[in-house]
């Protein structure tokens, strides 16, 4: 399935949550959450150097989203309130999507409420159903137990580990880098 065909099928809703691509109405908060979780998201996103961080690397990164046919960004937002909660996306390896690579990150204050697994669950299943996802792949960095939680939680499973091949935008440590994947079985087998 091509980018064009996936977003007709977007909203998803959830529970709590309605998951869409993010729109330039949603930038000012989206940056200010990011300013938010700065300490965060610098120690565990592969993307949080000075320029991720950035309101100008965000306003790139939606010029990018606009053009680039392997990538969609999924933003979450409370239904009550329509408070951004969470940031997430697919990121195809090839224009059919039929291998992911996903990853997310909470708005401060939504931590520990279930959140992530249920719009992460969500989107899952929408790659599964919907798009015909076989391959979805995570990864996260020595000492983030939460995502290592949540990817074994979403079903995911241990792939392999590279050593020391990370610096934490936060510490400037060198960090494991430890891949999740999950292989989706088809639903006629």
Not at 85 to 104: C, M, Q, R, Y
Not at 105 to 131: C, N, P, R, S, V
């Amino acid at each position: 399935m091509k980018k064009n065909d996936i977003i007709k099928h977007l909203p998803l809703e959830s529970e709590r949550l309605i998951i869409r691509p993010f729109t330039p109405d949603d930038l000012d908060e989206i940056q200010t959450a990011k300013e938010e979780q700065e300490e965060t998201l610098r120690r565990w996103m592969s993307w949080s150097n000075d320029y991720g961080i950035s309101r100008v690397g965000l306003d790139e990164f939606s010029e990018t989203c606009q053009t680039n046919n392997t990538m969609i960004p999924l933003f979450g937002f409370d239904k009550q309130t329509g408070r951004f909660v969470i940031a997430s996306g697919l990121d195809a390896s090839e224009p059919d999507f039929k291998t992911i690579h996903t990853g997310w990150w909470l708005a401060k204050g939504y931590e520990g409420q279930g959140l992530a697994f249920e719009a992460m669950h969500k989107i899952y299943d929408f790659m599964q159903q919907t798009i015909g996802t076989k391959r979805v792949e995570a990864q996260f960095y020595e000492g983030n137990t939460r995502s290592r939680n949540l990817m074994e939680r979403l079903g995911m499973s241990y792939v392999e580990t590279k050593p020391k091949s990370h610096t934490s935008h936060l510490t400037g440590e060198l960090l494991d880098v430890i891949k999740y994947e999950r292989i989706f079985e088809s639903e006629t087998t």
